[in-house]
């Protein structure tokens, strides 16, 4: 039974060392491009309800990121299945252990900063982008290469919103705006790979 054991763990690592190796195709465009079209819509929403209280402002973006989410967390799976077939489940894995911890420290900085400084909620914006480049910078070796730009320009903006937030406080530009056009960017990054490679 031993030798089994053997055999099938050697098999399970065979396994993830070729889905670690080629890339991931579970992404769409479309879907990505969805979700920038959903926070370009959420801030000219907020921006013309004049949404000041930092409960609706907090809201209506976690709404956006949960929304966001699903339909790209369904569209990855299906995608997996497609085009990785029996390795679809180390691939999703592999994106798993890349964006998690970012998501995971992004609503994690959310909760604190809403439950017990809500006066600081201004962060929020610039950090969870710069949590989502340094999700795709984790994740490069899975995605195409073009990515890196759009991790640069969320790492880019991130900070810029944290400067101007300084000033302005919540703003729902400073979240719709860096948010829209990167996803936005990602989608068309992921087009013209997937055009690339066929």
Known sequence: MTEINRALADIATIRNQIAGARLFRGFGP???ALTGVLALIAAMWQNQQAVQAVATYFALWLGVAVLSLALIGAEMWALSKRYHGGLAGPFLWGMAEAFLPAGLAGASIAAVLYRFAPEA???????WQILIALALFSAGARLPASLRIAGAWYFLAGLGSLILASEAGLSPWLMGLPFGLGQLLVALCLYLAGRDHG
């Open 121 to 127: 909620m201004w962060l929020l914006p610039g950090l």
């Open 30 to 32: 479309a879907v990505v």
